[in-house]
């Protein structure tokens, strides 16, 4: 398995136009620290709500065989 980084807006729009329903690994931090996976169609609007609790989306990534 390799793992692959999402590191743009950019990345994570054209994970989501190949494949939106790929599980990304969210690892964030602020007063909290924490991870959680979360279908890619929907990772943009959940780190939105992390940084508005005052998080920050650590790294992004997705696991894919290879």
């Known amino acids: 398995m390799m793992t692959t980084w999402i ?3 950019e990345d994570l729009a054209a994970l989501v ?3 939106r329903l790929t599980p990304v690994l969210v690892r964030y ?3 909290t620290e924490g ?3 979360a279908p890619a169609q929907d990772v943009a609007d ?3 709500m992390l940084e ?3 998080r920050y989306a650590r790294d ?3 696991t894919e065989e290879g």
């Open 7 to 9: 590191t743009t807006p």
């Open 17 to 19: 136009h190949r494949a």
């Open 29 to 31: 931090r602020g007063a």
């Open 35 to 37: 991870r959680f996976t």
């Open 46 to 48: 959940l780190v939105a």
């Open 52 to 54: 508005a609790t005052g």
């Open 60 to 62: 992004l990534s997705t």
